[in-house]
């Protein structure tokens, strides 16, 4: 059975990334877009990055362009965007679909191993969030409507 460490994703500078680099470390995976209502999340992830990532936390965005054209630019817009307006100093994906044939290998995993509300399995909207244990497995699925601050409580637990 797959773990999210098994997978490597394309940075958005377009290097290979390994999840196995975070091997026995919790991450964070949200999808990201940069003209969204839930884009100021980015201020919050970006405060849980800086708080906890000492102690072993990976926040990873994933730009996708998915929902209603809300992250139309390039890499280097991105990039950019991310970095002068939210100070945004966590890993980013290069951009992936989450949804649909074309969906990144490690989103459709994801999807497999949480579903959504009422069983659903495609991802919703921009910034869901999913939150992997030491061990590699998916502790748990939120919406966009689920803050990152609201996590934190059990980010903490998975820091022991």
């Known amino acids: 059975m797959a773990i999210a460490h098994d997978f490597t994703l394309t940075a958005l500078d377009g290097t290979p990334l390994p999840l196995s680099r975070w091997a026995g470390q919790p991450l964070l995976l949200v999808n990201v877009a940069s003209r969204c209502g839930f884009t100021p999340q980015y201020t ?14 990976v926040v990873i965005g994933f730009p996708c362009n998915q929902f209603r054209g809300q992250e139309p630019g390039d890499a280097a817009q991105i990039q950019q965007f991310c970095r002068l307006d939210y100070g945004v100093s966590f890993p980013l994906s290069a951009k992936i679909q989450v949804n649909g044939p074309q969906a990144d290998p490690l989103w459709q995993w994801l999807k497999d ?11 919703k909207w921009n910034f869901s969030k999913f939150l992997i244990g030491r061990d590699g497995a ?16 059990r980010i903490q637990a998975l820091l022991g």
């Open 44 to 57: 919050a992830l970006e405060a849980l990055w800086q708080r906890y990532r000492e102690r072993g936390l």
């Open 113 to 123: 191993q949480r579903r959504g509300v009422l069983g659903t399995r495609s991802i």
């Open 138 to 153: 998916v502790v748990s699925r939120h919406g966009p409507a689920t803050t990152p601050q609201a996590l934190e409580a």
